[in-house]
Structures are given as C-alpha cells and as structure tokens.
C-alpha cells in the first residue's frame, strides 16, 4: 500500500515562503510522475506543480517563477518550495503520485494547510 505522508503547511504572511515535503512509502523513481495540488475552500483542486522520473518539471502557468518542485530520491521524498506567497495561495495542498499502465493509479496524501495572511 503506498502511503504518501505531507508536511510544512502553516501560517505565513504575505512574501513569506514555505517548502512543503511528501514523503513516499516507496522510491519516487517508482512512479511516473510526482506532483502537488491545491484546493482552496469552495474550488476545485488544482495542478501546482509535477515531476517526472527524468526529473522534468511541470508548473501551473500562474505559479512558475515562484513555487519549485524537487525530487529526492535518497530520502523518496519530494517538495515543493514556495516563495512570494500570496493570500490567494491559501488552500489544503495535496501530494499526488501516477503510475501509469494498463490502468492510470493515484495516490494521494492527507493533505497539508497553508494559510496566507495580508
């Protein structure tokens, strides 16, 4: 059973930054993309940011520049580092893994709360 174990959700004010971390059950390397979500309250979760095996990474357009997303696989972990933050960033952020096959799976975390104050 994959567990996938989020941290570093907190309270911050506005410009802060943040680094999130997921922690695998199993090598990342295992699966074919890694990645974070965000729902705020009353929206519907949303891509961040993934990375593949290769270590090719992937941002939601609105957020390049400010957030970073990096592999680990000496500690299967992955995280997501998150500068410039703004009160709109506000949202429960969720790690996701994918393998791919004859069936699409994924996993997901429990979910960590960011908060960002003005």
């Known amino acids: 059973q994959v567990q996938l174990v989020e941290s570093g959700g907190n309270l911050v004010q506005a410009g802060g930054s943040l680094r999130l971390s997921c922690s695998a059950s199993?090598?990342?390397?295992?699966?074919?993309?890694m990645g974070w979500y965000r729902q705020a309250p009353g929206k519907q979760r949303e891509l961040v940011a993934h990375?593949?095996?290769?270590?090719?990474?992937n941002y939601a357009d609105s957020l390049k520049g400010r957030f970073t997303i990096i592999g680990d696989n000496a500690k299967n972990t992955v995280y997501l580092q998150m500068n410039s933050l703004k009160p709109e960033d506000t949202a429960v952020y969720y790690c996701?893994?994918?393998?791919?096959?004859?069936?699409?799976?994924?996993?997901w975390g429990q979910g960590t709360q960011v908060t960002v104050s003005s």
């Open positions: 996701n893994a994918v393998r791919l096959g004859l069936n699409v799976v994924n996993y």
């Open positions: 199993e090598s990342i390397f295992s699966f074919n993309y």
């Open positions: 990375i593949t095996t290769s270590g090719r990474a």
